[in-house]
């Protein structure tokens, strides 16, 4: 059979045996579109039915939530965990906690999880978890009677050497701290099982800057191959969350402006560049929505729908908020105004349609499984200062990231250079992701 029959065949199991998970097809064909030449490369892989175990996560687990709200009501939400693939290391991998959370997005992330903890070099499988609960609205102990019923199930699947959840979108310090607690409770042992702790009780310095501090990182990088910097750039970004935050914070340092931001209402273009400790005090300390930063701030305009922010003239585009924001349209967009380069910061913010005109365009298009993969790297230094019984510096681990995030750059590209697509991160990012995990599989035999 050729390559691309494997290839074919392996996606059309994958749409028979997991009907209905539109988001998980999609990350599943990205990379499998990408995958012929290595398989012609080797055929050890395609003989080893490699491919088609790689598709398959190891365990999914789903269970019951039930919890109390304030009003004595009781309420029942449903929380999974997708083990994917742990070829590489223990799973390793965000809970997201939204309304919009169901198995094939879990899927599509624990998927992509796998790829991304490859390529940072770190010995981590990949996983990734949530539940269907909407913490916006909730009042502090109704979060943490949630979060403890999720936590009294999970804690039977995971361990700090099985699988070591982090947080992910609805999922920050307070919720990790709850979690946390619970587990530590009911198991009697305080070990790193969760990463994004709290800096007093086993956290990593940097692990809060890390995925924004990554992504800029590695597109610094990338404008720097194309002879170019931050300086003097004007840069869109999406989202107003962990990742949007710490983006602009670095871009702020890199002499870039950023004059973006949004959240699932609308968004917000301050032309004199973003007041970022307005929005962290908004976001963070009063929880409050972006559209308030136009009260305060005349310069600056607030326009409902989310969307709507590709449509503001900048010359770097960093998606930050979820799945699938930025389509075909929004890069058309984005390309007639002069936009050279797009990192994702979410996972998998451009459709398929986006990334096509992006790459026909030449525009530097760097992919979520690289350009987010500070957040996890940072986790993994969390692990491994957790086993050692030692705190790093600021300095230290910002260098780590730093470090980690160049060679995620030069690996991709070489990856692309070495299989006959230079200058595609797509395929370079997916192709050397999977190498690695594809080999471990190879050596640990039929499991
Ligand atoms: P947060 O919960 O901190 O922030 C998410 C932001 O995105 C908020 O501004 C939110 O707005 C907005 N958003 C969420 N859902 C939607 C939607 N359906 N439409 C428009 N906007 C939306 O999450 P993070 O910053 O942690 O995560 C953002 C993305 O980055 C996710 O894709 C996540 O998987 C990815 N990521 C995160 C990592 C991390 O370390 N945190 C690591 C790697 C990837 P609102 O407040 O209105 O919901």
């Known amino acids: ?18 009907p209905g998970e539109a988001e998980f097809h999609q990350a599943v064909k990205e990379v499998l579109d990408t995958l012929g030449a290595v398989l012609e490369k080797n055929p050890q892989y395609v003989e080893a039915n490699i491919l088609e175990r790689f598709v398959e996560p190891e365990r999914q687990i789903i269970f019951r939530v039930p919890w109390q709200d304030d009003a004595g009501n009781y309420q029942v939400n449903r929380g999974m965990r997708v083990e994917f693939n742990s070829a590489l290391g223990p799973y390793k991998g965000g809970l997201r906690f939204h309304p919009s959370v169901y198995l094939g997005i879990v899927k599509f992330l624990g998927f992509e999880q796998v790829l991304k903890n490859s390529l940072t070099g770190l010995m981590m499988g990949g996983g990734k978890g949530g539940c269907d609960f909407d913490p916006k609205g909730k009042s502090d102990n ?16 995971i361990g700090p050497d099985t699988d070591i959840p982090a947080g992910d979108i609805g999922v920050g310090g307070r919720e990790i701290g709850y979690m946390f607690g619970q587990y530590k409770r009911i198991r009697n042992e305080f070990t790193g099982v969760l990463t994004g702790k709290g800096l007093e009780w086993g956290g990593s310095l940097v692990r809060t800057e890390a995925t924004g501090y990554g992504l800029v990182y590695i597109m610094d990088e990338a404008l720097k191959a194309a002879g170019k910097s931050f300086k003097g750039l004007n840069v869109a970004i999406s989202g107003s969350g962990n990742v949007a935050l710490f983006a602009c914070e670095k871009i702020n340092q890199l002499g870039g402006k950023v004059i973006t931001m949004s959240d699932s ?5 301050d032309p004199n560049g973003i007041d970022l400790d307005a929005v962290k005090q908004l976001k963070l300390v009063e929880r409050k929505r972006i559209k308030e930063y136009a009260a305060t701030h005349k310069n600056a305009t607030y326009s409902d729908g989310c969307t709507g922010v590709w449509t503001v003239k900048c010359d770097v585009a960093l998606p930050c908020a979820t799945q699938n924001e930025l389509d075909g349209e929004s890069a058309k967009t984005l390309v007639s105004n ?10 998998m913010p451009t459709t398929p349609e986006g990334v096509e005109v992006f790459q026909k365009a030449g525009v530097i298009f760097i992919p979520g499984k690289a350009a987010n993969a500070g957040g996890v790297a ?6 491994a200062q957790n086993s050692q019984r030692l705190s790093w510096t600021f300095e230290k681990a910002d260098a780590e990231l730093k470090n980690i995030m160049v060679t995620i750059y030069k690996n991709i590209s070489s ?10 991160f797509v395929a370079g990012a997916n192709i050397a992701g999977f190498i690695k995990v594809a080999n471990a599989m190879l050596a640990q035999g039929l499991v």
């Not at 074919?8 to 199991?13: L, P």
């Not at 936009?339 to 996972?347: K, P």
């Open 142 to 157: 109704e979060v943490m009677r949630f979060c403890q019923s999720f936590m009294t199930e999970l804690c039977r699947h």
């Open 415 to 424: 990856a692309a250079d070495e299989y006959g697509c230079a200058g595609d």
């Open 378 to 383: 940072v986790s993994g230094l969390e692990m």
């Open 265 to 269: 209402n609308g968004f917000i273009h």
């Open 1 to 18: 059979m050729s390559a691309n029959s494997v290839i074919q065949s392996v996606y059309e199991q994958v749409l028979s045996r997991n």
């Open 338 to 347: 002069g936009c050279i380069a797009s990192g994702e910061g979410a996972n």
